[in-house]
């Protein structure tokens, strides 16, 4: 009899108790993301007699459905986003797509005021300056504070003895979500931002006193795994290098104000237009109504130049783990590694790392390095294109 590598563990709303386990799955699929929301997917028979974790997928509408998967030693936790049943009745197919816990950074807004009511809002941002590990850890709690949420953060460090980077995008909180708000912030400075549930009876997280099912955010930095290479001789069994082309080396920057009293600056990607000369295509318009500093416009116009208009490339590839590097020893999601495959040598991040187990293929691992989206399908990127072009018309209409 096939052992199952994923333990998937279906908990009560409450995390009061599992449920009970889901362990004659057709197959399961669980994804790490580096800054960012990782995913699921459960697929399972239905049998005349439906089992009770996956009974709870599919019928618990106004509830929600933690699920914990544990490969060997690697955790992922989330919930239900979204569950089907489909098939002839008594032998049909229950298929539920998971979420990852750090999807609760997209659901709390910072606010400009956190500690006052909502009347009492003013027109002012909650702009925090110095090191970025305090920084974000305070608009974290100050958020957690004020919706008396079952999520804590790591403490930061003493006053005065935050040696993290200071350099970074001037954040502006004004409802903001709270993975807009930071993941600037964390991507000049080269931290990563954790989510992690902890149930009673896990390992105690210094400096917090936990005692019911909590979510634990933390910032870490991106730590360099050098001895990491994988290339086409060494780990590699199958793999995908996707690389996108520039769209843009000039950004016109909208700032505050109203039609003709509005602000606008413009900046220039000038290494990328001197290497691309004529040929390149000229420019882009980037919203930025929450900046009336020119030297702030032209920072953020820059960034959104070099992060979603410049060159991108990635290697996703399928590798045997332990063969010979291990997922959560030898690197983890947001770790500096490299790959060398099919003439590309990228050094970068591991931006996500997915863990499928299937009855028909069995255990696979397949990590990422590189920019996220740049493995997306032709029609995944012409939806993001459509969407981009949607926007832009907007933007012109409010101009």
């Known amino acids: 009899m096939r052992v199952p ?62 699920v914990v998967v544990r490969d060997a030693g690697r955790l992922w936790t989330g919930r239900v986003a979204h569950a089907e049943r489909e098939g002839r009745p008594g032998r ?51 958020a957690i504070t004020r919706l008396r949420l079952p999520c804590a953060v790591v403490p930061a460090p003493p006053a005065g003895t935050d040696t993290s980077p200071s350099d970074y995008p001037v954040p502006t909180a004004r409802f903001t979500p709270m993975d807009e708000l930071l993941l600037p912030m964390l991507a000049a400075t080269g931290r990563r931002l954790t989510a992690r549930l902890w149930l009673p009876g896990d390992q105690p997280i210094p400096g917090l006193t ?78 930025a109504t929450d900046l009336d500093n020119v030297a702030d416009g032209q920072a953020r116009g820059l960034a959104k130049l070099r992060e979603d208009y410049g060159p991108k490339a990635a290697v996703s590839f399928e590798v045997a783990d332990g063969a010979p590097y291990t997922l959560g020893s030898d690197y983890d999601v947001g770790s500096l590694v490299r790959a060398r495959t099919g003439g590309v ?43 981009q072009l949607v926007a832009a018309i907007a933007a012109s209409r409010r101009r």
């Open 92 to 142: 049909g197919t229950v298929t539920a797509t998971l979420v990852e816990d750090w999807a609760w950074l997209r659901a709390i807004l910072a606010w400009p005021v956190p500690g006052a009511a909502i009347s009492a809002q003013t027109s002012v941002y909650d702009t925090r300056t110095g090191p970025v590990e305090t920084a974000v850890k305070g608009y974290l709690s100050a």
């Open 5 to 66: 590598a994923h333990r998937v563990t279906v908990y009560r709303g409450d995390y009061s108790g599992a449920i009970g386990e889901v362990s004659d799955y057709t197959s399961s699929s669980v994804t790490w993301q580096h800054n960012g929301v990782g995913t699921g997917t459960l697929v399972a028979d239905e049998d005349v007699e439906v089992p009770a974790p996956v009974d709870q997928l599919t019928r618990n509408l106004d509830q929600v459905v933690p």
């Open 345 to 387: 040598l990228l050094e970068d991040v591991c931006t996500r790392a997915t863990s499928t187990d299937s009855a028909s293929e069995g255990h696979r691992i397949t990590p990422q390095i590189g920019a996220t989206n740049a493995t997306e399908t032709t029609e995944e990127l012409l939806v993001a294109q459509v969407a």
């Open 210 to 287: 936990l005692t019911s099912w909590t979510i634990v955010f933390g910032v870490e930095v991106i730590p360099r795994a050098a001895h990491v290479i994988w290339s086409d001789e060494l780990g590699i069994v199958t793999r995908r290098v996707a690389t996108t082309s520039p769209s843009a080396v000039r950004a016109v920057v909208g700032m505050k104000g109203e039609e003709l009293e509005r602000l606008f600056t413009e900046v220039v990607n000038t290494p990328l237009a001197a290497l691309l000369g004529a040929a390149a295509f000229p420019e882009v318009m980037v919203e």
